[in-house]
């Protein structure tokens, strides 16, 4: 990856603000929302996956 460095010249510190301000709040506020929630999916299935795991060594210990 490349280090962004800070613009030196004013327009391209002009357009880099324009490009940050594109966006409004409530666009920001839902794409947190997406994310948080595609977080929380994501979460939740790591979880399942460890449950089948457990149970399955559990499974073993009693069938052993």
Do not use: C, W, Y
């Not at 594109?22 to 299935?45: G, M, P, W, Y």
């Amino acid at each position: 990856m490349s280090k962004i460095k800070h613009p030196k010249s004013r327009g391209e510190r002009l357009r880099l603000k324009q490009k940050k301000d594109k966006f409004n709040a409530f666009e920001r506020a839902d794409a947190i929302s997406r994310r948080h929630q595609f977080e929380v999916l994501e979460q939740k299935e790591v979880l399942d996956e460890l449950r089948k795991q457990v149970l399955a060594v559990e499974e073993e210990r009693t069938n052993g």
